[in-house]
């Protein structure tokens, strides 16, 4: 049998407003990355709503609702190109939330629409995961619980004061069991909030190609690219060379790491000093990940290529953290293979001639390699090249036209024309990218390198030397390497916001926000599978099963709901239970169910007078009810045969709601 219909009266219009304002509240930083239509579309269906609420009016009829859906439904496919996903799915549920609505005739219509809400807060995290965020949804969550209190309550209207308390001891109370969850329930690998098609959306960081003007763009960010941690103390500003993509092949026009390397065998320097650090990378949708100097071991499962490169099986599209050890060396001994020294040699035929004929002049005027190297140093630095990321567009000959006619330029001009030069004077020769240098955190004690430390920089094939770091950039502009690239660019260039704070405070709030950005990703947004289990060994004292998680989750929340159990226990003890309050508000409640909810301000009896008004063939059993509790509650409130007469008469009271 189909339940009656509960319609909402016109005393519990603040419920509508509450759920207006968190629904709002809650939509809001979707609006951020949705269609315009779709934001412009909620905002005037909750306008609409608003002046029904207002002036009285009839809701739409169910036809119009259903055309505007069908409607809505044709947009977001021509929108999105589909209707799944993270982007049409989170639009089609606001569409849906924004038209439920219009229909809020119900105490269950309400329900929905809450829960609707709780849902739309979980999408926000397929979207960001900062801690601002966080903070912002936790807020999102109090209003929406908020609202679900004040709708629930028995006396309808519940003050806003009386709302927040209960809404705040309710998540407090939730707490507990969220940490327990959080820590112990089966982590998933890979991204938690991330769909499968979203996890591989475009994300800023180095490519496997480099051509002018591509490093620039990622040094105008101030995007954090990894965290290290040292164990002892960091090395000097001028050791800090970020391993990336080593890039060989040059086609005229762009450098690219062309056949993979991966597989063959290292060769270390005989000498050099060993460290040992971890870093936390952000995700940058490639197979690499970064290293200092030479790395010769990492803790994942990337490999070491023979030039040095940390090769991942699959692409970095989520944060990780891996530890690593390394050799600060400018160069790695070996021999270099037939094979190899031809690809470390190779040029485009008939291009750059002004080049060539420059470096061949000084190779017949040296008598060695590294004489060729230096001579290129000297040159680069005595003649008026300038560091700049804001150069001239080069011609059909780049490196001709940077080397002789514009000579401004930043790592990616220098490390290039150095290694095509190289290779002109006979010298094997290659381009490594990465990062160089990083501010150290003093309040966390790590270091941060930004994508605005994007560089590239040189590798030359020297006898008895084997392959050998040169870095032309630092020839030109030696601060680049000392002190960071805000302090090498020139007035007026463009520079990254971030790495210019030279007000103290300021600077002590980037790295105090910073510090508590990266034990939110430490501790929360990168608590994965690997890391669970690490944890739960080490409480258990050694390696867990599936079983033992499982025992664990049931043990603490077992624990949990015993503690909270013997806590209510004890309140019911200190205050006994109120039984002629109780029987009072269940009337009231009674009441509420057929629309005739009883304000926060009105007493008992003022109550009565407006109920008897508004369902007359009610008045002699509610005027029975409120004098026998007005005379318990106020008078001999110790009668127990008065008390179990309050308790039948409302036991029997029935109030069938109004037909409309």
Not at 105 to 120: E, P, Q
Not at 397 to 403: L, Q
Not at 525 to 549: F, G, H, K, M
Request: net charge positive.
């Amino acid at each position: 049998m189909k339940s009656p219909i509960q319609p909402i009266s016109v005393t519990q219009t603040s419920d509508l407003q509450w759920i207006l304002v968190s629904l709002s509240v809650v939509i809001a930083p979707h609006m951020f990355h949705l269609p315009i239509w779709v934001s412009l579309m909620y905002v005037a269906v909750v306008l609409w709503r608003y002046l029904i609420i207002e002036q009285k009016a009839k809701a739409p009829s169910k036809w119009i609702l259903q055309l505007i859906t069908v409607f809505a439904g044709i947009g977001i496919y021509f929108s999105h190109g589909t209707l799944f996903g993270r982007e049409a799915g989170v639009s089609l549920l606001i569409i849906m939330a924004a038209l439920k609505l219009m229909e809020l005739r119900t105490r269950g219509d309400i329900w929905l629409v809450v829960f609707l809400s709780y849902f739309l807060i979980l999408t926000s995290f397929l979207f960001s995961e900062s801690i601002l965020y966080a903070i912002y949804l936790l807020v999102t969550v109090f209003l929406v619980t908020a609202t679900l209190v004040g709708v629930n309550h028995p006396n309808g209207t519940l003050p806003v004061g009386g709302r927040a308390r209960i809404a705040a001891v309710l998540i407090a109370q939730a707490i507990p069991a969220m940490i327990i969850l959080f820590v112990l329930f089966p982590r998933l690998p890979g991204p938690i909030w991330s769909l499968p098609r979203d996890a591989h959306s475009a994300r800023s960081g180095l490519s496997n190609s480099m051509s002018p003007g591509s490093i620039s763009n990622l040094s105008l960010s101030d995007a954090i690219a990894f965290r290290v941690t040292f164990q002892g103390a960091p090395p000097n500003p001028s050791q800090l060379y970020w391993r990336g993509p080593v890039l060989w092949d040059f086609d005229g026009k762009t450098w690219s790491t062309g056949t993979s390397t991966i597989g063959n065998k290292i060769t270390l320097p005989a000498s050099g000093k060993m460290i040992k650090y971890s870093i936390t990378l952000e995700p940058h949708n490639k197979p690499w990940l970064l290293a200092l100097d030479l790395p010769i071991s990492v803790s994942t499962t990337a490999k070491i290529s023979s030039d040095f490169q940390l090769i991942t099986n699959k692409t970095v599209n989520e944060r990780i953290r891996y530890d690593a050890t390394s050799i600060l060396g400018s160069s790695s001994e070996g021999e270099l293979e037939a094979s190899r020294q031809e690809r470390a040699l190779k040029l485009p035929k008939n291009e750059n001639n002004r080049s060539i004929d420059l470096a061949r002049e000084w190779r017949a005027n040296s008598s060695s390699d590294e004489a060729v190297v230096n001579r290129a140093l000297s040159y680069f630095r005595n003649q008026p090249f300038v560091y700049t990321l804001r150069p001239k567009l080069l011609g059909e000959n780049p490196v001709d036209d940077f080397m002789f006619n514009t000579q401004r330029g930043f790592c990616e001009h220098y490390a290039g024309s150095f290694v095509f030069l190289m290779r002109a004077a006979g010298i094997p020769a290659r381009v490594v990218t990465g990062y160089q240098g990083g501010e150290l955190n003093p309040l966390g004690n790590y270091m941060i390198v930004r994508q605005a430390h994007a560089h590239a920089w040189a590798e030359v094939w020297l006898p008895k030397k084997g392959w050998t770091r040169v870095d032309p950039t630092a020839a030109v502009s030696p601060d680049r390497i000392e002190k960071g690239i805000a302090s090498a660019l020139p007035a007026g260039d463009p520079n990254p916001l971030l790495l210019r704070a030279e007000s103290p405070w300021l600077s002590n709030f980037i790295f105090s926000w910073d510090t508590l950005n990266n034990a939110w990703n430490q501790w929360v947004i990168s608590y994965n599978q690997e890391r669970q289990l690490a944890l739960l060994s080490r409480l258990w004292n050694q390696p867990v099963s599936w079983r033992e998680i499982g025992l664990s989750i049931a043990g603490a929340m077992t624990l949990l709901f015993l503690l909270l159990g013997s806590v209510m226990l004890w309140q019911m003890r200190a205050h006994p239970k109120d039984n002629i309050k109780q029987q009072y508000d269940k009337f009231c409640a009674k009441l509420a169910k057929i629309g005739i909810a009883r304000h926060g301000h009105e007493g008992p009896i003022d109550f009565a007078k407006r109920a008897v008004k508004l369902r007359p063939e009610l008045t002699e059993k509610i005027q029975d009810i409120t004098n026998l509790y007005v005379t318990l509650r106020y008078g001999n409130n110790g009668q127990a045969t008065e008390l179990e007469h309050l308790k039948q008469l409302v036991k029997k009271f029935a109030a069938p709601a109004q037909s409309h």
